[in-house]
């Protein structure tokens, strides 16, 4: 089985979004603060792109989410 489809990227990713959203950032705003096209981040939330850590990391920092506290969310971190 892909990561991309375990229990754990499914939570890391739903977490994700639950951040995006409580921070009120719509995918089109998060895209054009990252430089991207809005597929980008919809592909990512739909899982039919795979998230590295950095780039996670770096969606946290721009929707103002802590991405340890999005991790432990996730179930992730203690």
């Not at 899982?47 to 999005?70: K, M, P, S, T, Y």
């Amino acid at each position: 089985m892909k990561s991309i489809y375990s229990r754990e990227y499914e939570a890391v990713i739903s977490a994700l979004v639950d951040a995006r959203k409580a921070a009120e950032v719509t995918q089109v705003q998060l895209a054009e603060k990252l430089g991207k096209p809005q597929s980008y981040v919809s592909k990512i939330e739909n899982r039919e792109r795979r998230l590295d850590i950095v780039e996670f990391f770096h969606i946290c920092r721009v929707i103002g989410a802590d991405g340890i506290e999005v991790l432990r969310v996730a179930g992730l971190c203690l």
